[in-house]
């Protein structure tokens, strides 16, 4: 399996959104895995994807038995496709390995297009209550 590196500062970070700390984690997370030529429905899928598994290693430090239903109601309708499970786990991994102290679940990530064929992100957060 293919271990997630975060990306490199080639190019900036755009973010518009209240919660702005949140936007630039997520694209830190999330932008290794968004290729040069993937469309904006692609791209909106990886960042859903990656709320997802931000939010499963949230809830794993919480209660692993959450964590493991809460990663099988997610992935079982996507089982289908080869190596899903393996970059849910990766992407799971990065999270508890880089992205440790942030404690915000992601509640809803928007993908826009900008004017110049790039785009942009925003976030919805919540505090996890222990």
């Not at 990065?94 to 993908?111: A, G």
């Amino acid at each position: 399996m293919n271990k997630i590196a975060l990306p490199t500062s080639e190019k900036p970070l755009n973010l518009n959104s209240n919660n702005k700390e949140y936007a630039i984690l997520l694209q830190a997370f999330i932008g290794s895995v968004i290729k040069e030529d993937d469309t904006i429905v692609r791209i909106r899928t990886k960042y859903d994807f990656g709320l997802h598994a931000w939010n499963a290693a949230l809830i794993q430090e919480k209660s692993e038995k959450a964590y493991f239903k809460y990663r099988k109601d997610f992935l079982e309708p996507m089982l289908v496709m080869q190596g899903v499970s393996g970059f849910f786990d990766d992407l799971v991994d990065l999270k508890n390995e880089k992205f440790k102290e942030y404690k915000d679940l992601i509640i809803d990530v928007e993908v826009f297009e900008d004017e110049n064929s790039g785009y942009f992100v925003t976030v919805d957060t919540s505090s996890m209550n222990y």
